[in-house]
């Protein structure tokens, strides 16, 4: 059967798409979640993360003989369990796999919205995006709210994805060509798994897309806290940027962005330094420093500094804008 989205378009039926969930604690939520995939959908894919309750029980009792159950013998963490979700549906045939929550956060009704960029062969990713619909919006808990806005900034900045927004948004749509490529070990087992998803989809210069939609809380307890939004996400970031600009701007490439980073870094480490010494000599003696002596070390910080922002400029204009191919 050829999936027919909302609008009434038939999507190619050589798509095989199949829905990976990861499950942990969602026994009262599951079920639902099933039942409303919608019945083009060729496979569906629960991986029980070590749930202490009945979720996997709960899952195969929906009766839907799409399902198919992968099982942990102990909790891995959400990004685990999607990376066996992955490769039990790709061994099965999919060439488009949508992560969806088992605890009832992603509507159905959006689904073929998120799967669409990848049919029409537009995208390698797609991924949802609350931050749009400003009236939904209002209904995402103020934390979810705080922490996704800084967040998104962050990501943005670690993963070269400017065009994107709302990092940690779970309905998401991955293509099958693009997941083969991955390298699963820089894929976080757990919490930073959406996050480090991206950075990695950066290096193969994947093609990455949001869907808007909007933001669907109920029952649910979130997962993002204060503790982790603030402490735990900077420092994966930032080793997550680091990672990516050296493998993308200095070992798979080195381009005029290349240069712009190592003569900003340069530049402002050669100002603050000098600087940095010519001021406790002139604490230490009373004499203060003459006006050469300052321009020694405030214009190399503002050429420096200018030069970095050039590098962020040309990193704004190198987001993959070209889909992946079977090549």
């Not at 190619?12 to 639902?32: K, T």
């Not at 995208?123 to 808990?141: E, T």
Request: neutral net charge; contains cysteine.
């Amino acid at each position: 059967m050829s999936p027919v989205s909302a609008d009434g378009s038939v999507f190619p039926g050589r798509e095989r798409i199949f829905v990976v969930i990861p499950m942990y604690r969602v026994e009262a939520h599951i079920r639902p979640v099933i039942a409303g995939i919608p019945p083009w959908v060729e496979g569906i894919v629960v991986v029980d993360d070590a749930s202490p309750d009945a979720s996997a029980e709960q899952a195969l009792a929906s009766g839907d003989p799409r399902v198919s159950q992968v099982r942990h013998t102990d909790n891995r963490g959400v990004g685990a369990a999607m990376i066996s979700g992955y490769a039990r549906a790709v061994e099965l045939g999919a060439t488009i796999m949508v992560k969806m929550d088992g605890d009832g956060q992603m509507a159905p009704e959006y689904f073929c919205d998120v799967v669409r960029p990848l049919v029409s062969g537009r995208a390698d990713y797609a991924k949802g995006n609350r931050f749009v619909m400003s009236d939904a919006l209002l209904h995402m808990p103020a934390v979810r709210r705080l922490g996704n806005l800084g967040l998104s900034f962050l990501t943005k900045l670690a993963s070269g994805y400017w065009n994107i927004f709302d990092p940690t948004n779970g309905y998401t749509a991955l293509s099958t060509r693009a997941f083969l490529r991955l390298n699963l070990d820089h894929i976080h087992h757990r919490y930073f798994f959406e996050s480090s998803m991206l950075v990695e989809l950066n290096l193969l210069r994947a093609v990455v897309v949001d869907v808007n939609m909007p933001a669907r809380y109920t029952d649910e307890i979130s997962s993002l806290s204060i503790s982790k939004a603030l402490f735990e996400f900077p420092p994966l970031l930032l080793r997550s940027l680091a990672h990516r600009v050296w493998l993308e701007y200095f070992v798979t490439d080195f381009s005029l962005g290349s240069l712009y980073l190592v003569f900003g870094v340069l530049l402002n480490a050669w100002g603050f330094v000098f600087g940095g010494i010519k001021w406790i000599q002139s604490i230490q003696t009373g004499i203060p420093a003459t006006t050469g002596t300052v321009m020694l070390a405030a214009m190399p910080v503002i050429l420096g500094f200018q030069l970095l922002l050039s590098a962020v400029a040309y990193d704004v204009q190198n987001i993959p804008r070209v889909p992946l191919t079977d090549q």
